[in-house]
């Protein structure tokens, strides 16, 4: 592992190793703990190199906030990078960072006001100014693919994925669950702060969001009533001081008055000098099943009949890839003219109607059903080298995600449960030996008349695309770290959706 401080060495090294190879950045301010590794953990199972950020950023603390007694433990946080195999750490001064009180105010980022104007933003002013600042220059300081960020504080997620789509940074932000204590309390490096005795209180915090989650789960949709029922839960904690409890839009952070699609409610509180915030996120949707896994485990005739046995959407991404090779297929341009074909599918128009009252799934794109069209060799044989591509990855995944905003839906891939839906209720990583998938193949052929085909051609063939697939520098084959592994080895199709159903139940 490298200590960096410079930007000029951390850049340096990263030109070195970017060739073919992704990564993934964890921003923090050091005093790392249990929901730190989590996001390390999460990003060395998505990236090839994890770089994590150690900066006590001076901008987004007030004068009276605890800039100075801020725990700072470099060597401990750097000793416990190393042992989980982050290959750098950038810890810069807040002068390397372009800090200095004594100089001419720097260039900063501001938030739009109105994701200012709720939550910690009138308690904090200044706060997320200096957060998108630093936040800014770290994503151009390493160009990440991806950068990741605990859900604890959904304010400054939804910020960040706010300045990301506006200032058009090509970076994935992945939020990432919240990682509690076996209490309830959420991991922060301000938890040491507490005695005993207070930690004691402060679990009334996730009890107060658990008592609103209850409701929710009910029927209670109207926001004054969910904080009502945390403020229920606290009103025998004389030592906890609330600042707020609010619910707002979890992207846009838009005050709700009713719960229709998504809401982040929030709770910030003292307990004795030390400030906590915590929330949840209540969302208003049917389930989402994201089934991945490797080529011929049986993905895609799983995800098919088991949206039909749920009565849930089979979300036919596959058909989604087709209709954009047969738009690049009928448009005249050349296969390999990456930016022209960039052009053309960040402007296309792509309409997804599921099947239903037996009729056929729908695809129109451009105003024009391609339906059927999507299906000739011509296209096939055009799905591979185009799906390739990130633009067009980055259109249908926005769709995809669109479509997946109220739930029911189930869909496989690569990185379904990984990148396209990180919050599936649940994630299936659907997989078979090699042996057993070349079999399957086999027997598939000879179905089709081909008897040319040996067992262990198969084996290879499969060995290679497995490996292609997992180091794929766009949309890896990967596992999600909470997705359920069902090996399918001597399983009949009707046994694996048996145990899908049972598992989603």
């Known amino acids: 592992m490298r200590l960096f401080k410079t930007v000029a060495g951390l850049r340096t090294y990263l030109a070195s190793v970017r060739e073919n190879q992704t990564i993934g950045l964890v921003p923090t301010m050091g005093a790392l703990h249990e929901g730190h590794i989590s996001l390390i953990r999460r990003a060395m199972s998505e990236v090839d190199r994890v770089v994590v950020s150690i900066f006590v950023n001076p901008l987004q603390f007030s004068p009276q906030e605890d800039l100075a007694k801020y725990p700072r433990q470099l060597e401990t946080d750097a000793q416990l990078c190393e042992q989980l195999g982050v290959a750098a750490i950038f810890a810069p001064t807040p002068d390397e960072m372009g800090i200095n009180s004594t100089s001419e105010p720097s260039t900063q980022v501001i938030p739009p006001a109105q994701m200012l104007s709720v939550l910690c933003g009138p308690f904090r002013p200044g706060h997320f100014q200096g957060v998108a600042t630093i936040v800014t220059k770290l994503l151009t300081i390493v160009e990440p693919n991806m950068a990741y960020f605990g859900e604890k504080d959904g304010q400054q997620l939804a910020i960040i994925r706010r300045l990301v789509k506006d200032l058009n ?12 204590e076996p209490s309830g309390l959420a991991y922060s490096s301000r938890n040491q702060y507490l005695t005993a005795t207070q930690q004691q209180e402060a679990i009334a915090l996730y009890k107060g969001l658990q008592a609103a989650k209850q409701a929710f789960i009910t029927g209670e949709r109207e926001t004054q009533a969910l904080i009502s029922c945390v403020k229920e839960q606290l009103t025998s904690h004389s030592a906890i001081e609330v600042q707020y409890i609010e619910c707002v839009h979890a992207q ?8 229709e699609e998504t809401g982040l409610l929030a709770i910030a509180a003292y307990i004795g000098s030390t400030r906590l915030i915590d929330n949840i996120i209540l969302r208003v949707r049917q389930p989402i099943i994201a089934i991945d896994g490797p080529a011929g485990a049986g993905k895609s005739t799983v995800t098919r ?3 039909l046995a749920l009565n849930l959407t089979y979300l036919d991404t596959g058909a989604m890839y087709r209709a954009m090779a047969w738009l690049v297929l009928h448009s005249d341009i050349a296969t390999e003219d990456e930016s022209a074909i960039a052009e053309l599918v960040s402007q296309a128009t792509l309409e997804f109607i599921p099947p239903r009252d037996q009729q056929p799934l729908q695809v129109i794109i451009n105003g024009e059903n391609v339906s059927q069209a999507i299906r000739t060799p011509e296209v096939t044989a055009l799905v591979s080298p185009i799906s390739a591509y990130a633009a067009v990855r980055e259109k249908l995944v926005t769709y995809q995600q669109e479509l997946g905003k109220l739930g029911g839906i189930v869909a496989e891939g690569r990185d379904i449960g990984t990148n396209v839906f990180p919050d599936a209720e ?4 659907l997989t078979a030996s090699v042996e057993e998938r070349a079999r399957r193949r086999l027997k598939d052929f000879q179905a089709q008349g081909e008897d040319n085909i040996s067992l262990q051609q198969l084996e290879k063939d499969i060995q290679q695309r497995d490996y292609q697939d997992t180091h794929r520098t766009l949309a890896p084959l990967r596992k999600a770290s909470d997705a359920i592994e069902l090996n ?9 959706i048996n145990k899908i159903i049972h598992l989603v139940q």
Do not use: Y
């Open 169 to 180: 940074l090509p970076v994935v932000i992945k939020g990432c669950p919240i990682i509690r």
């Open 252 to 259: 846009t952070l838009e005050p709700l008055d009713t719960i």
């Open 305 to 307: 009949q088991v949206a």
């Open 426 to 429: 649940v994630k299936i990583f």
């Open 488 to 496: 399918t080895d001597g399983l009949t199709v009707e046994e694996v």
